[in-house]
Each structure stands twice: as structure tokens, then as C-alpha cells.
């Protein structure tokens, strides 16, 4: 597919505004974080069945920090680094990942030198111009992220500029159906009220886009797959907290998460009836009775970083070991 300029509900990516977010967020997104640690279960599970040995990994977008223990667990010979756009979530990786070394000091110099730094590498930058070298990386690992910028196309570009040839990308993000129960909700106030119909969250990528997207920026053997997580909730209010201490209102510009429609008198008038249409949806039978609804379609991806076929100059490339092949073996 030809990546599209523009999508319905993906405003131009707006570093500044992302970080003030996420900045804002920093001090109350560990009552939320409960859904990016699942995601990053599930996603250790799945990496256990790939064989990779790399010699340093890049968690990009690591937010507060939680999942580089987990990677420092599964490769301790590998050196793992962070970097996210806020510098407060930031702040509170270096808090999380800060190691207990008191047993250093029993250790001979010489010796506590070849054991290397073991705490925090995490360092402020946008994922889509990742402060770090070509072919820095040989696992890149990003969980819960993507989805904040209008062209995942342009990511994987940059994703695949630091990652070593045969090197694994290893992602997950959030996928059409999320939070539909809160985009039907704001759709039934709009047209109840009259309010012209506007984005409220993310427009969410297809998975099968993201496949796409992947092998144009010189990734192969992508496997996607996805599964949908519903999170219930006792009262609308709850729900509405929680999706803003997300951060998943990246359109709303007053600072609450509305927008300010005819003023505050307005703007609390819409607010009640999106509390009402939240409630209307609230489960009537099954295990779930009276609660409602929060549904996140979670996609997980995995792909390799390919041989290139050109050069930088546009050359092509032929590799030593496919001279002699026939046409329809060479890659």
C-alpha cells in the first residue's frame, strides 16, 4: 500500500503537544499501567519461542521504565537502553531501573570494570528520529507506542535504520476496534447535540496495514496477530480517568480532556450526556453484569530486519552467496 499523507482522526504528529502529555501523565500513570505490563507479558511469551541472541537492545518509547528489568533478565549479556519523548516518564525509569550495587564494592577494581554499568540507559528522544547510530541495535522492542504517530510508515523507517541487518523488531500497538465503546458514545452526544462529529481518539492502524508497512521499509518475515482485551468499569467516571491518564485524548487541547464546545456551560452539558450514553452501555447479563466496557484491540508484531538489495546510492547489491543461483532464488 502507498502511505497516505493523511488519516481521518491522525492530525500532524505534534511532538511538543505528545510530550506535555506525557509529561503531565508521568506522576499518575503507574494507576494505569497495569494494561502496558499485561501487553508486555504476553509479548515476553512470544519472544520466547524466537531465537535471538543480540548484543544490545533498544527499548524505544520505554515510558516509566518497566519493561527494561524484564529484557535485562532475558538477555544479561546485552546491554538495554531506553529512550521516550518525555523527560518525566523518563525520570521515573531511572527511579524504577535504579539497581542495588552495594555488593560492588566487595569485588576486586578490575573485576567491577569487566562487570560493566548495569543501571539505567535510557536518554529523551522521539521514536520516529531516534537519537542513535545506523545499525546500533540487533533487538528493538516497543510495547504500547506506536499508535501516537500518524504514519507508523515513517517510524519503521527510522526503526529499521538502527537495527542491524538480521536484527528483530519486536512491537505491539493498538488496533481499530480500541476503545470503540468510547467512540460510540461521543458519536451518539455529537449528533443528539448537534456538534459537528470530530476525532476524539486515535484512528488506529489495521494490522494487516502494519504488515504492509513493514516489508516497504525493508523488514521481512512479519508476523502479526492481535486479540481483543476488554477492561470493565464500575462508573463512567472511572473509565473517562482512565483513558485520559493514558493520555489516549491526543486532540483535546483544554487541558481536561473536552474540548470547550459553546463555552463551559456547554462543554459540562456535553459531559453529562456522554456519562449517560457511557452508562447506557453498561453489561446487562454474563459475568460482566453492571459494568461497562473498555475494549483494546491489541496487535503484536515481529519482524527481521532484511539484506538490503540497494545501496545508498542505488546500487544494486549481490550477495557472494547467490552468484550462481538461479534468478528465482536470489532475494
Given at each position: 500500500?502507498?502511505?497516505?499523507?493523511?488519516?481521518t482522526?491522525?492530525?500532524?504528529?505534534?511532538?511538543?503537544?505528545?510530550?506535555?502529555?506525557?509529561?503531565?501523565?508521568?506522576?499518575?500513570?503507574d494507576?494505569?499501567?497495569?494494561?502496558?505490563?499485561?501487553?508486555?507479558?504476553?509479548?515476553?511469551?512470544?519472544?520466547?519461542?524466537?531465537?535471538?541472541?543480540?548484543?544490545?537492545?533498544?527499548?524505544?518509547?520505554?515510558?516509566?521504565?518497566d519493561?527494561?528489568?524484564?529484557?535485562r533478565?532475558?538477555?544479561p549479556?546485552a546491554?538495554?537502553?531506553g529512550?521516550?519523548?518525555?523527560?518525566?516518564?523518563?525520570?521515573?525509569a531511572?527511579?524504577?531501573?535504579?539497581?542495588?550495587?552495594?555488593?560492588?564494592?566487595?569485588?576486586?577494581?578490575?573485576?567491577?570494570r569487566?562487570?560493566?554499568?548495569?543501571?539505567?540507559?535510557?536518554?529523551?528522544?522521539?521514536?520516529?528520529?531516534?537519537p542513535?547510530?545506523h545499525?546500533?541495535?540487533e533487538?528493538?522492542?516497543?510495547n504500547?507506542a506506536l499508535?501516537?504517530?500518524?504514519?507508523?510508515?515513517?517510524?519503521?523507517?527510522?526503526?529499521?535504520?538502527?537495527?542491524k541487518?538480521?536484527?528483530?523488531?519486536?512491537?505491539?500497538?493498538?488496533?481499530?476496534?480500541?476503545l470503540?465503546?468510547?467512540?460510540?458514545?461521543?458519536?451518539?452526544?455529537?449528533?443528539?447535540?448537534?456538534?459537528?462529529?470530530?476525532?476524539?481518539?486515535?484512528?488506529?492502524?489495521?494490522?494487516?496495514?502494519?504488515?504492509?508497512?513493514?516489508?516497504?521499509n525493508?523488514?521481512?518475515?512479519?508476523?502479526m496477530?492481535?486479540?481483543?482485551?476488554?477492561?470493565t468499569?464500575?462508573?463512567?467516571?472511572?473509565?473517562?480517568?482512565?483513558v485520559?491518564?493514558?493520555?489516549?485524548?491526543?486532540?483535546?487541547r483544554?487541558?481536561?480532556?473536552?474540548?470547550?464546545h459553546?463555552?463551559?456551560?456547554?462543554a459540562?452539558?456535553?459531559?453529562?450526556?456522554?456519562?449517560?450514553a457511557?452508562?447506557?452501555?453498561?453489561?446487562?447479563?454474563?459475568?460482566?453484569?453492571g459494568?461497562?466496557?473498555?475494549?483494546?484491540?491489541?496487535i503484536?508484531?515481529?519482524?527481521?530486519?532484511?539484506?538490503?538489495?540497494?545501496?545508498?546510492e542505488?546500487?544494486?547489491?549481490?550477495?557472494?552467496?547467490?552468484?550462481?543461483?538461479?534468478?528465482?532464488?536470489?532475494?
Open positions: 500500500m502507498s502511505p497516505s499523507p493523511a488519516r482522526g491522525r492530525p500532524d504528529y505534534d511532538t511538543r503537544h505528545l510530550r506535555r502529555i506525557f509529561d503531565r501523565r508521568a506522576a499518575t500513570f494507576d494505569v499501567a497495569f494494561l502496558p505490563r499485561e501487553i508486555a507479558q504476553r509479548m515476553r511469551e512470544r519472544l520466547e519461542y524466537i531465537k535471538v541472541n543480540p548484543a544490545a537492545v533498544l527499548d524505544i518509547a520505554c515510558g516509566q521504565g519493561d527494561l528489568p524484564g529484557l533478565e532475558r538477555f549479556e546491554p538495554v537502553f529512550t521516550d519523548l518525555s523527560l518525566a516518564m523518563l525520570r521515573r531511572r527511579e524504577h531501573d535504579a539497581p542495588d550495587t552495594s555488593w560492588r564494592r566487595f569485588l576486586p577494581a578490575s573485576v567491577g569487566a562487570l560493566g554499568s548495569r543501571g539505567p540507559r535510557v536518554v529523551q528522544g522521539d521514536f520516529a528520529e531516534l542513535f547510530a545499525d546500533a541495535f533487538l528493538l522492542w516497543s504500547f499508535h501516537w504517530h500518524p504514519r507508523p510508515d515513517l517510524v519503521f523507517g527510522e526503526w529499521q535504520r538502527v537495527l541487518v538480521n536484527g528483530l523488531l519486536m512491537f505491539s500497538t493498538l488496533g481499530p476496534d480500541t470503540k465503546e468510547l467512540r460510540g458514545a461521543f458519536a451518539e452526544v455529537e449528533a443528539a447535540h448537534g456538534v459537528p462529529t470530530r476525532a476524539h481518539v486515535i484512528d488506529f492502524v489495521d494490522m494487516h496495514d502494519l504488515g504492509d508497512m513493514l516489508v516497504e525493508g523488514f521481512e518475515i512479519p508476523v496477530d492481535q486479540e481483543a482485551l476488554t477492561i468499569y464500575k462508573t463512567p467516571e472511572k473509565l473517562l480517568a482512565d485520559r491518564r493514558w493520555g489516549a485524548y491526543p486532540f483535546e483544554n487541558g481536561d480532556g473536552e474540548r470547550d459553546g463555552g463551559t456551560h456547554g459540562r452539558r456535553l459531559h453529562r450526556a456522554l456519562v449517560a457511557l452508562e447506557a452501555r453498561r453489561c446487562t447479563d454474563g459475568p460482566h453484569a459494568t461497562i466496557p473498555l475494549t483494546f484491540e491489541i503484536y508484531g515481529h519482524a527481521w530486519k532484511a539484506v538490503p538489495r540497494t545501496t545508498a542505488g546500487h544494486g547489491i549481490v550477495r557472494l552467496e547467490d552468484i550462481g543461483r538461479g534468478p528465482a532464488r536470489n532475494r
